[in-house]
């Protein structure tokens, strides 16, 4: 399942709908809080690990989940629409918890309009560029990838921290990488703002606490 | 206890801190996620409410959160900086949670720069008033409070939805309209976003699952 409400500017779908089928489908001009680069897991994935490469809180992007708990329960959480009751909210402790509360069956995004975006490249690291304008910042082999979208003049000054940076065009597909699950470590080719992500699925230890409301659940 | 970090732009108070108190500590140019607004049960009982009056998600404010939950545990959620890593995350839903998850201890907020502020006011209803780049908008006795802080010109623009407003100076002092506490309710003079604000504290009806969260702590 995938629904676009250009309206509202939100965008639901199932857990298992990849990346790029998501940037494939969406109208030109409405951008996800991810980057267009598929990883393992797809979307369901993806809000299982808090995001990946942004510069932005993620978890205020996602607007509702339906998960399946460790008791097999469906808890819906959130809703669809921006303005919904910030209260009780069960859709946060969703977000980044790796799998401990269990799958994601359906999510609900905020979409973002943007007239441009632009995809660039330069050889450097992450630590060098603290304050980022860019909405996805990102890097592989000693590679920074940033990417913004917005008005022409807004995407290009966010890019400029980035001298002598080539243009990158098309999605980038980084499935390859994580055969046996995209995980947290300190190894691997790729690094986020967060993390760095390594091949098999190794998640941060869960907190006691934390354990005990995925049992409530 | 009021700890104000300029550099990480951060600000950890103890739970019953006045929001005025906040005001008054800061220093020019800094800004805390709430209005000039005296409410009662201060910072803690502000972020059990999940915020007042303001247009932007609130609970991406609070960067942590320490409380007594109902079990008489201490919980410390979240952290100090930004850019904590944002798993298995328990500050989220004691945002907004009404009580129903405990009592906030200390709590930390981001602050964010602006070089100027203006608070105006003209008759109206937020319903008017959709798309509000205003930071802070609440309503009152008709009449509606937009509030705004950043560059100059941001800041007016911001504001030049409310034509033939007044200016308000000074901080404003709601304590008085909520004896009994501030609650959710649709006849009361107070009107935000989300809620009305009625004297005597009724919350809205805690749902199951987050009950039985609440009891896992």
Known sequence: MLDISPGDQTLTVSGGVGLLEVY???PPGLYPPFPPVELPGGVGGLVSRG???QTFFFGAEVL???FRAPSGRVVRAGGRTVKNVQGYDLTRPFVGS???LGEALEITLRLRPGLSARHVSAPGSLAGLPDLAARFAWEMDGQVHLIHF????QVDRALAVLPGAVE???PLDLTSEFPGGMGVGAGGRVKDRRFG???GGAVPPVPALFARVAASL
């Open 24 to 26: 494939a489908a969406l």
């Open 51 to 53: 995001g990946f490469g």
């Open 64 to 66: 509702g989940v339906t």
């Open 98 to 100: 790796f799998g401990a």
């Open 150 to 153: 917005g008005h022409g003049r």
């Open 168 to 170: 990158i065009t098309g």
């Open 197 to 199: 992500w390594m091949d």
